[in-house]
C-alpha cells in the first residue's frame, strides 16, 4: 500500500501570499497523483490529476508538480477562500490511498 | 444540474447491517466507475469499494472486505453499498463519488450520509 505524507500539517499564510503544500510518497506513484480541496461541513471538491493538470473550471492560481515520489500544490495569491483543507490522492493500484490533508488558514 | 445523492445513514448498534444508496441526477451512472469513500469524524478521506461501469469489477479497502458489499442497478441509475457486520470504527460520514472516465479520481462527489455505529 502506497502511504502518502503531507506536509505541513498547517499552514497559516496572508491573502495575497502563495501557498506551497508537499505530498511525499512511500513509493513512486509516477504522476498518478490527485489533489482534492474540502471545506468544513462539504464534500471535497476535485482540484488535479495527472500531478499538473487542473479539473475542469479550477483557476490557474492552482497549479500542481512533481513525479516519483515528491509532489506539490501550489496556490499563488491567496484569497479568502482558500481557506480549506487539501489532500493528495494516488491512483496507481488498488489500494487507493489519500494523504492525511493540509489544512491551509488565512490570517 | 448534475447531482450525486446519498440516502440510508443513520444510527446502527455495532454487528447490524446497514444499506446505502446514492443516486444520480442529471447523469446517467451506467457511463461511469463509481466509487464509496468515507471520512471519519474529524478525520481524513478514506477509499471503500470501487465498482466498474456494468458491475463486472469490484475492488473493496482491506478495512472492509468480507463485510461490505458494493453494487449498482444502472436500469434504476443507483450505486448501493451494503455494509455487514458493522463496528464502531465504520462511523464516518460515507460520500458516493464518480470517477474521471477510467482514471481512479473523483471528479463529481455527493454531499455525503452519516453512518453511526453506537450501542
Known amino acids: 500500500e502506497v502511504v502518502l505524507t503531507q506536509s505541513p500539517a498547517t499552514l497559516s499564510l496572508s491573502p495575497g501570499e502563495r501557498a506551497t503544500l508537499s505530498c511525499r510518497a512511500s513509493q513512486s506513484v509516477g504522476t498518478y497523483l490527485a489533489w482534492y480541496q474540502q471545506k468544513p461541513g462539504q464534500a471535497p471538491r476535485f482540484l488535479m490529476y495527472?500531478?499538473?493538470s487542473r479539473a475542469t473550471g479550477i483557476p490557474a492560481r492552482f497549479s500542481g508538480s512533481g513525479s516519483g515520489t515528491d509532489f506539490t500544490l501550489t496556490i499563488s495569491s491567496l484569497l479568502p477562500d482558500d481557506a480549506a483543507t487539501y489532500y493528495c490522492?494516488?491512483?496507481?493500484?488498488?489500494?487507493?490511498?489519500f494523504g492525511q490533508g493540509t489544512r491551509l488558514e488565512i490570517k | 444540474e448534475v447531482q450525486l445523492v446519498e440516502s440510508g445513514g443513520g444510527l446502527v448498534q455495532p454487528g447490524g447491517p446497514l444499506r446505502l444508496s446514492c443516486g444520480a441526477y442529471g447523469k446517467v451512472l451506467s457511463n461511469y466507475w463509481m466509487s464509496w469513500v468515507r471520512q471519519a469524524p474529524g478525520k481524513g478521506l478514506e477509499w471503500v469499494a470501487s465498482?466498474?461501469?456494468?458491475?463486472?469489477?469490484?475492488y473493496y479497502a482491506d478495512s472492509v472486505k468480507g463485510r461490505f458489499t458494493i453494487s449498482r442497478d444502472n436500469a434504476k441509475n443507483l450505486l448501493y453499498l451494503q455494509m455487514n457486520s458493522l463496528r464502531v470504527e465504520d462511523t464516518a460520514i460515507y460520500y458516493c463519488?464518480?470517477?474521471?472516465?477510467?482514471?481512479?479520481?473523483?471528479?463529481?462527489w455527493g454531499q455525503g450520509t452519516m453512518v453511526t455505529v453506537s450501542s
Open positions: 490522492q494516488h491512483y496507481t493500484s488498488y489500494p487507493i490511498t
Open positions: 495527472d500531478a499538473s
Open positions: 463519488a464518480k470517477l474521471l472516465g477510467d482514471v481512479t479520481v473523483y471528479d463529481l
Open positions: 465498482i466498474k461501469r456494468d458491475g463486472s469489477e469490484k
